[in-house]
Structures are given as C-alpha cells and as structure tokens.
C-alpha cells in the first residue's frame, strides 16, 4: 500500500516535470521574449542587453531553466513582467480568492447533485425524474457564458439585489468578498451539478439492474435500507473520480465564468497574463494549475482504492 | 394428500413491445409444488423458467408485468401483494439461490455482514446468538473456518464457496421453499456436483420444499422428484422424474435426451433441427411444430392443451405423445466421427513453458526468464493432421492458455511450437507473417462477444476472405455465400446483424469466419458451452462435417467431458498447467486413469437418476501450482507420501498407446479404480 502511494506520488512528480519541460520549451520557441514585449520599441541595443542581464536571460535556455525550476520548487517563480513584482505575491490572493469560488460551489453543488442523482435514479421514468432531469439537461446546454450573463440581467440589473460584476481590489477580505461572489457561484454551479448528477444517476441505475440488489430484495431487504446499504456505496465509488476532476475544473479556474463576472481569480489572471505576454507568469500558472490536477487525482486514486475492498486487496496481495 | 406449499394458477407474464403488442413470456401456466418435495423445471434459454421462479417469490423483472393469474402462497396471491408484505415473506418464507454467487452478493458487504443481514430480518435472535447461527451456517454448507470465511469480502472466494455462502444466505430464513435458478451453472465440474450433493442433503435435512430451475438435464437429474420441462413459455410436459428422463412422452423432451451427448458412448448425437421460436413469434399450431419429429397435419394449426394422465401422473402438451409412450427407451444413435489421419505431424509442442508474470526490468535487460513455477509447464503434445484432440481440465488449468499461446495471442516462455515440422511459431502475432496467421483460426466460446455487433454477417465473413486472398466484389460475395451454405444459412442470412440471428446462428457464422481463412489448424474454446442443448449437438456435427470435408486438425478446450468424448480422437488432460494424461479418446474414458482423470470423470453429471456423481477428491482451489513434484498432489486421495511431493511422475504408458503422469503403477491404478 505505502509501495503504491509513493510510487503514485513519483509518477506525479514526473508529470509535473515533463509539464514544467513542455511550457519551458514553449515559451522559448515563441517569438520574441519578456525584454522585447517589455521594451516594446526601444528594443534594442544598450537597453536590451541591460534587460536581459537583469532578468538572467542572457545564458544558455538550460541554465535558465535549472536555476528557474530550483527557484520554482522553492516557491520563487520569479517577477511578473507588468507590475515588476514578485510572482508569488501576485499568485497568493489570486489563488485564494479561486479557492473561495471553488469551494463555495462544491459545498453547494457537489450534495444538490449527489441528492438530485440519487432522486432521479430512483424514481426512474416517474415524475421526479422526468422533471429534474429535463431541468438538468437544460442546465447542462446552456454554456456558462449565457447563463451568467442572464444571471447578470436578471438578478443585478432588473432586481437589483446582487452586484452584477465584481469591482474589488484583488486582495479584498473574505467577507467583503461574500455578496460578490454569489452569481458566480450560481452560475458555476449549475452546469456542474447538472453534469455531477447525470453522472450519479447512471451509475445508482446502474448499480439498481445489478444482480446482487435483485437479491438484496429477494431477500427481504426492505427499500431503504437495500438503497443504503446495498445500491450507494457501490453506486457512489465511481463517482469519486468525477468529483475530483470537477474540483480540479473549479481550482484550475473556470475561466468564463471569471472573465464574464470580472472575478480576481486564477482563471482571469491566466487570460490576463497570456494577453500581456507575461511569460513568467504562464509558467508559473501551468506548473500551479498542473500540481493541483495532479495533486487532486492521486488523492481521488488513493480515496477509490481505501473505499474499494476488491482493489484494496488485490493491492495489498501484489 | 401432501400439502401443497405454492400453486400456480393460469399464470401469464409479459411485455409490450415497441409496436404496442403484447409478447408473452409465460403462457398460462398451472402446477403446485408440493411440500418436501424437489421439482425441476428445465428449459432453454428464452423458454421462461427465471420468470416462473421470480414470480413464484411475487418478483417480476423490470419491464415485464403479469398479465393474468397468481402465485398463491399461504392462500394469498404474491403477485398482488405491496412490498411490505413481500418483504417479510422473502428471504423468510421463500428463499431464493442464485445463478451466478459472485455477482448476486453485495462487492463491498462482508459475508458474515451479508447473512447476518438476512438473520437480522428474518429471526429473533439477539446478536450473540446471531454469529454462533452464521459460524453454524457456513459450517452446514461446508465452509472451512467459517470464523474467518465470514470477515472476507465475496471476491475472496472461489465461484464454489460464493456459491455455498448463497446457499447458506438463504437458509438463514429457514424457508418453507427454496428457489434455485441455475445454482451450478458456471461452476467447475467437480464443484458442480459437490453443491448439488450438498443441496440433496440440505433438501432431505431441512424437508424444504425446492424448485430447481435449470437448463442442465444432467443437474436436474440428480436432485428433482418431479421435473416441469418448458418451452417457448408454456409447459410441455410434466411428471414424475424418473419416467421424464427415462420414458419422455413429449417429443421435445425426448428430442433433447437424444441430443446429449453420453460419457459412455463415443460419437456424436443426433442434433434437433431448428431452434426455439423467439418470443412474439405468432403460430397458429404447436410451438414446437416446426422442429418436431412426430408432428402431422393438425399440429400445424391446432395447439394442443396439457393433458393429464392419470396412469403416468404426468401431464404432456402433444396430440401425438401415445406413439412416443410406444418408444421404451430412449434410443439413443449416434454417428460415429471419421477421422481420416495423415501420418504427417501439423503442429508439434515440445518443452512449452507459459508465464503470465511480468518479467522483472533487470531480467529483461538481461532477457532472461525469472519464473521458475510458470503458469503452464512442460507440454509436449504432438498433433498429427486431420486429428481433434481436446484439452480438457476445470478452470485454471492452463489450457485456454496453451491456446492463445498456438494463436500467438500470448507469448511462450520456453520451448518450441513448430508447425507443420519447419515453421516456428513460438513467436506472438506481431511476429508472424499473413500466412502463419491464416493457418490457425480460433472459435471462441460467447458469439455474441466475439461477433462485431455493428457488422452484417456479409461483413463478418468479409474480412478473412479481403485478408488473406484479397477478394473482390462478385467473387468475394460468391465465396460468402459458399461458406453460409457450408455451415448451412441461407444467402438471405447476408444482411443480418448478429442480434437479429439465434445462438446457435451466431456460433454458425463464427465457425464460417474460420473457415472462410481455409486454415490449417482451428482453435476451438469451448465452442458449445454458450449454446442450449438442443443446438449444441447440432454445431458439433456441423463442426465434424466440415473437418470432414476439408481435412481440418481441431484443438478443442472444453470443460465438458461428454463433449469432449463425443467429438475429440485424443484427450489431453491438464491440472494447473502441466498435463497428466493424454492418450486416445477411448483409453482416456477408461480406467486405469490418472486419479485427476478419476475425479473429473467421477463429476460427470448424466441426465439419468441412477448414474449418480462419484465424488473422488475434496473440490480446493489451488490458486498455484507446487513448486516439486506432481502437480496434483495437493487434492490427490490416491496420494502416495514423500515421492508424490518432491518427485515429478514419470509417464506410464498403457498398451493401448494411452500415456498416464503418474507415480503408481498402473496396474495397482487400474485395480483400485475399478472398485
């Protein structure tokens, strides 16, 4: 078992490695680097070669990339180009503010979905499901930037009740932050409980035509306790890994939905730093966002192979 | 008068198809079980035995419903009771067995969680009182150390102890009657006959009441007093077991006795046409009118009703059933198989060693092989062309592996296959050349897994004949519809997919596809055992005809020794990978034998109530084979001591050419088994 999560943890690492290799070598080949887009026209000559120098860019692409992932692991990215300041201090409250957004929608939607799956699974082809599954179909068409935009029309501008875009500066208080965030949460949590809980009702139905809840009955279990016993825990373990990627999805910033609402998080920070050609920033935000993809779906690996007594077993008689 | 325990009246079970018909399942059926008593309902797939017996518990399927008619149990009718009510019955009252164990227990319950559970619903027993009750069930059924059975998890037991713990799960409700769908089907044949053994003793032990529903007359045969024979949703025939088996008045039934093949006579039997009608299918006459031997002009528009007869206390659905009552016996023909053996040796084995352990990295930079105790070892077997020589042995004896190995889906780890004396083929596919590929061409078990299900069987047939010779438009479709014809479909069968075709239809295209690569050699595993009965002698004469015509070697795997008697020249049995005796087909079936051939021949189920199983050796799994000595040593009771663990067996050879693995000599073998 520990022989596994190590090596999980390894591969990780080597994930993590080829992804800082592959955005490294990326932002190389671009034309053009950070002094040249700093510069702008006065790129040239005496001013270049002190740019370069100041920014270490002025040795061999290896060398640059060792001492930048030495830095890196350390948690130094570097400086941003557009406000000449730390990467990590412009990181910090980005991610924080992405992670109130994030976890603000999987406490909200991750039990909706989980109860809705649930609902429409057992009520299958009855009135409960025929209704909720027609709403979250329709959830799931609609794309986040017309859902939010409605969000935006109706709830702030026609009722007036919530702020419409979020216009706070970037390292706000979390309570100042609260009222700003509710549309888009909403509008985040729509369209991922609505994919969640299609996702549990296959798989509750699923589990509900297996042989063994046909014998739970025959045996005289009565209904709930069959659901609970018998259908969820086989039902819910695949949901497991689904659940991880969405939140990894949230983490990673859901971009859209940032941009739409004007929302300080990771998601708008990586449209912003792709536009100004912040090359540094890039690169830190793809070995970040890639660390928590990875980070999460071990944890979700290890969660699976805990809840599962077949592959724990086999697991540990490997 | 016994007391009748459960009465089935006029009972109907179907559901509307897309078109808005009514398709029937179960037509009109009427029979009571009696109290203590075993009945055995048999039938083929799609004749609707499982409906019957859900519906005996008031369980119907999803997407079926009853139409008409009730399942009366203690007076009142199951099929109109509210869940509540069912729930104190089932489990309780009405238990139900199983088909297949390792899917119908809970993956993530343990055992002793699973029968408490039932326990706990179905007694009054406190919680202390409760464990003793689970370590006493799993002892009643057998279990070794039932403390520690009861804390694993289902799929940390063999198919054959999953099944026991079903068995022991449903006695904790102390039922009046017991359910039992196809409670050994998928299980090796030794185990197969130790939990029919076990169930004929819980059956005198307990006085319950059981209804055993299968399609294994062999099965049947050994426990039922009474057996309702089924087809096409309705009952055929009904009465008294020994007579049915013995004497069957209805033609179907005695269509199907004949088509079993026998252990104790070589050859193959004679097949049914045709196969069961599906349901919807609209007739006027008879639903087994067009397969029938004895039918006449009137069966064609009239259906006969079930008649009683007092006499026989057998009630038979046949307008002709007094010229079948003439017949004393049924008399059972067989063809005998032709082989027509060349002396040339197509495919030679020697030294074969298989391992599914995954090499080290340091032994494959070195190349080098690091299992000593592979999963197959030394197979030496010499196949002359022309020949059938069948692999036999239970689950996990290596011989699907010695298979894939021919096909070159699994590479060997030592040794040589040589084909045809000069062409090696120890080699995987990526390896060989189009040409070694087209000589050996597999037919797998399921059909329906291993036909493309998106494909028309034009296409299917297709792709060997593009393959290998490149054909093209008119010639391509000529040479399809040769080889339909061959494995005699129609043309018309062309554009079918293969949902729209039978079980037997589908194996027939599959054997077509092998042949459309006009191969040497074909793989053959377990061919038949997918197939209903009654089809099942049919695609073995078809596969004879063909080997007949075309000279074709067959290497076949079944687990079935009556199969195996009736199609195979030569027998090769195998235990955990190694073999113990090969020899020709009729010195195999007889003794002296290796004492693994003993136990295996022992576990043959024959559909006749006095050819009763032997049961020679505890039914263990070994999860590996020993590292010294016999390979069979671990459930051996012939077992001699010390030379049986460090020593392999040398080969004994017989007069009659039959070679036997084995320490004792084979006279003392021959003396004690025929005791």
Redesign the interface.
């Known amino acids: 078992m520990l022989f596994l999560i190590i090596k999980r943890i390894l591969l990780g690492l080597i994930t993590l490695f080829i992804v800082s290799l592959i955005t490294f070598v990326g932002t190389e080949i671009l034309p053009g680097d950070a002094c040249t887009t700093y510069l702008e026209r006065q790129a040239f000559g005496e001013q270049l070669e002190a740019c370069y120098r100041r920014l270490g860019l002025n040795v061999p692409a290896y060398e640059r990339y060792v001492s930048w992932a030495v830095n890196a692991i350390q948690g130094d990215f570097g400086y941003s180009l557009s406000g000449e300041m730390p990467i990590k201090e412009v990181l910090g409250p980005r991610i924080k503010n992405s992670l109130v957004l994030a976890s603000a929608a999987i406490f909200i939607g991750i039990p909706i979905a989980l109860i809705l799956g649930i609902v429409t699974a057992l009520w299958r082809d009855k009135l409960p499901d025929v209704a909720i599954s027609t709403v979250t179909i329709f959830a799931m068409t609609i794309p986040e930037f017309i859902s939010a935009t409605l969000l935006i029309l109706i709830i702030a501008i026609w009722l007036e009740w919530l702020p419409g875009i979020v216009i706070v500066p970037t390292d706000v208080s979390f309570l100042e932050l609260l009222p700003n965030i509710i549309l888009p949460v909403i509008a985040i949590a729509m369209i991922m409980t609505a994919h969640m809980a299609r996702m549990v009702r296959s798989s509750v139905i699923q589990v509900m ?15 709930w306790k069959m659901v609970f ?2 259908v969820l ?2 039902a819910l ?1 695949p949901a497991i890994n689904v659940v991880a990627l969405t939140i990894a999805w949230l983490l990673g910033g859901v971009v859209v939905t940032e941009v739409v609402f004007n929302y300080p998080g990771l998601g708008r920070l990586v449209i912003e730093s792709i536009s100004n050609r912040d090359l540094p920033t890039v690169q830190a935000l793809a070995i970040i966002l890639a660390s928590i993809y990875v980070s999460i779906n071990l944890l979700a690996d290890l969660m699976t192979l805990m ?4 592959l724990k ?1 086999l697991q540990i008689r490997k | 008068m016994t007391e009748i325990i459960q009465k089935v009246k006029n009972l109907s079970i179907g559901f509307k198809s897309k078109k808005g018909e009514e398709i029937l399942i179960l037509r009109n059926i009427s029979t009571n079980i009696k109290k203590g008593e075993t009945v055995g309902i048999v039938g083929e797939s799609g004749s609707g035995k499982s409906t019957l017996a ?1 519906a005996m ?1 008031g ?1 119907v399927k ?1 997407g079926l419903y009853t139409i008409g008619g009730e399942c009366e149990f203690n007076s009142s009718n199951l099929l109109k009771m509210k ?2 009510d ?7 009252k009405i ?2 067995i ?3 164990a390792g ?7 343990k055992i002793g969680y699973q029968i408490d ?2 326990l706990q ?2 007694s009054d027993l406190n919680e202390e009182e409760r464990e003793q009750k689970i370590s006493e069930l799993l002892n009643k059924v057998r279990l070794p150390s039932p403390e520690t059975i009861a804390l694993r ?1 289902p ?2 037991l063999s198919g054959g102890q999953q099944q026991r713990v ?1 068995v022991a ?1 449903a006695l904790a ?1 102390t039922p009046d009657l017991l359910l039992l769908d196809e409670p050994t089907t998928g299980l090796d044949v030794t185990t197969q006959a130790h939990v029919l053994e076990l169930l004929n003793f819980i059956a005198k032990d307990t006085g319950t009441s059981m209804v055993y529903v299968s399609h294994d007359l062999g099965a049947i045969a050994q426990v039922s007093d009474r057996i309702i024979v089924m087809y096409s949703g309705e009952i055929v025939l009904e009465g008294p077991s020994r007579d049915i088996l013995k004497k069957p008045i209805h033609p179907y039934t005695y269509g199907l006795l004949k088509s079993i093949p026998k252990l104790s006579l070589a050859g193959l039997p004679q097949s049914m046409p045709g196969s069961q009608p599906q349901p919807g299918t609209m007739y006027r006459g008879c639903s087994f009118f067009d397969r029938c031997d004895f039918s006449e002009e009137k069966c064609k528009n009239n259906s006969p009703q079930l008649e009683y007869l007092e006499e026989l206390n057998t009630s038979v659905r046949c307008f002709n059933y007094k010229s079948l009552m003439n017949h004393s016996q049924v008399n059972q023909t067989v063809n005998k198989i032709k082989t027509s053996l060349e002396d040339k040796e197509i495919l030679n084995l020697s030294e074969v060693s298989i391992s599914y352990a995954k090499q080290k990295l340091l032994d494959q930079v070195l190349n080098r092989i690091s299992d000593d105790n592979p999963t197959v070892k030394d197979i030496n077997i010499n196949i002359k062309k022309g020949e059938t020589i069948a692999l036999v042995g239970e689950s996990g004896s290596g011989k699907s592996t010695i298979l894939k190995s021919i096909a070159g889906l699994l590479r060997t780890k030592g040794g040589i296959i040589k084909f045809d004396q000069n062409r090696n083929l120890s080699s995987d596919l990526k390896e060989r050349d189009p040409n070694d590929l087209r000589i050996i061409q597999l037919i797998f078990q399921n059909p329906d897994e291993s036909l493309n299900p998106n494909h028309t069987v034009e296409e299917i047939i297709a792709q060997p004949l593009k393959l290998y010779f490149g054909l093209k438009s008119e010639e391509l479709k000529k040479n399809i519809i040769d080889l339909l014809q061959k494995v005699r479909l129609g043309e018309f069968y062309m554009s079918r997919y293969p949902r729209q075709l039978s079980g037997g239809e589908k194996q027939r295209v599959a054997v077509a596809r092998a042949f459309a690569a006009k191969p040497d050699i074909i793989l053959c595993d377990e061919v038949t055992s997918a197939l209903d009965v009654s089809v099942q002698a049919a695609v073995l004469n078809l596969l004879q005809q063909l080997k007949e015509d075309f000279g074709t070697t067959y290497i076949f795997v079944s687990h079935d020794l009556a199969v195996v008697r009736a199609i195979s020249d030569r027998v090769a049995v195998l235990y955990q990978g190694r073999l113990c005796e090969v020899g020709p087909s009729k010195d195999v079936y007889q003794f002296p034998s290796h004492p693994y051939t003993e136990v295996l021949l022992g576990a043959v189920l024959e559909p006749d109530p006095d050819i009763k199983p032997k049961l020679v050796a505890e039914d263990i799994v070994e999860e590996k084979p020993p590292q010294k000595g016999c390979s069979f040593q671990g459930r051996c009771s012939r077992i001699l001591g010390d030379i049986c663990k460090s020593e392999i067996p040398p080969w004994q050879i017989t007069e009659s050419g039959n070679s036997i693995r084995c320490h004792i000599p084979l006279k003392e073998l021959q003396k004690d088994q025929i005791n």
């Open positions: 035509a297996s042989e063994y809840v046909q014998m739970a009955i025959l045996k005289g279990v009565p209904y016993k018998h825990p086989n373990l809840l599962n007594p077949r077993t | 859900l518990m369980y999803h869940n509540r069912l729930e104190k019955i089932r489990g309780r238990a139900m199983p088909q297949n899917q119908a227990l809970t993956p993530n319950l559970e039932a619903l179905h998890y799929h940390e079903a799960m409700g």
